[in-house]
């Protein structure tokens, strides 16, 4: 049995970690609520222009886009969003095995290339793992969601595709839903796919001013750059949630631990007391 002095050294260890913890989820929680309120109110923005483009493609006779030009998949990109640091539970472990996952398939269909746009540090480890070097260094974006930056991977991205140097983009990321749940996502973003129409919608035939070129030409790279920074946003904020609901995890654990420490405590000094007691009346006795 573990000394007094042992278990108490114990509690004190574990009464700072609590504190650790118990600080992390409130810094997490406090992130979490801004950029909740950036996803929530950027998302149904993004699900309604998303909605506008499938429905003018589709009400199109000749809806030739080269971002919809579907060709045999040679070359692939792949944007994945992680977060650079850890205790967030299962976040970033769940984001490397699906690009892992990936990877794997894109070369066993005998892809030629794999371009990794990896938002994170976690995930570019990963990349480099697979023995495919990240494009860039995207650390930043992910602890600083920024349009601006997500505009300007959105453009190169488009340019390559535009250029056929890559023939598919997929997005692997969090969806997040609530604080206690976030849904692993991967999605393909080009060629652009259309949704096939709900039963019961009526088609919608467009008046298109100026012209079809000039709508095309604004629409797609709104919605394809907008796509980009949605799921950066929703990343960062299933990260923080993550995060907050790992560190009250970690929280609750540390408090049932001290339970049972101060019991294995008192435990210990009352049979330490009841020795001592019994050493004294021996002793009396013995005197007698």
Do not use: W
Not at 41 to 70: H, K, M, T, W
Not at 75 to 87: D, E, K, T
Not at 207 to 215: S, Y
């Amino acid at each position: 049995m573990a000394s007094l002095k042992e278990i108490k050294s114990r509690i004190q260890s574990v009464k700072s970690t609590q504190k650790i913890t118990s600080a992390m989820k409130m810094v997490s929680s406090a992130k979490l609520r801004k950029a909740q309120r950036s996803i929530e109110n950027l998302f149904p923005y993004e699900q309604r222009l998303n909605g506008l483009l499938n429905n003018f493609l589709s009400a199109e006779d000749d809806n030739a886009s080269v971002y919809a030009e579907i060709r045999e998949v040679k070359r692939v990109a792949i944007v994945v969003f992680s977060s650079n640091s850890s205790l967030c539970g299962s976040f970033n472990t769940n984001v490397s095995k699906r690009l892992s996952q990936a990877i794997d398939r894109y070369k066993a269909t005998g892809v030629e290339s794999i371009l990794v746009y990896p938002i994170g540090k976690k995930v570019a480890k990963t990349s480099r793992k697979s023995g495919l070097e990240p494009q860039s260094n995207f650390d930043v974006m992910a602890d600083k969601p920024s349009y601006l930056a997500a505009l300007t991977m959105a453009d190169d991205i488009m340019r390559l595709f535009m250029n056929k140097d890559i023939d598919r983009v997929e997005l692997i990321y969090h969806h997040f839903k609530s604080k206690s749940t976030q849904v692993l996502t991967e999605e393909t973003l080009l060629p652009i796919q259309l949704k096939p129409a709900e039963k019961g919608t009526v088609a919608l035939d467009y008046i298109v001013e100026p012209d079809r070129e000039t709508i095309m030409a604004e629409l797609i790279p709104k919605v394809l750059r907008l796509k980009i920074y949605t799921a950066l946003l929703d990343s960062n904020a299933s990260e923080h949630a993550a995060r907050t609901m790992a560190m009250q995890t970690a929280t609750d654990n540390a408090t049932d631990l001290l339970q049972e420490l101060s019991l294995q405590y008192n435990k210990s000094r009352q049979q330490a007391i009841t020795n001592e007691l019994l050493d004294i009346i021996g002793g009396s006795f013995g005197q007698n």
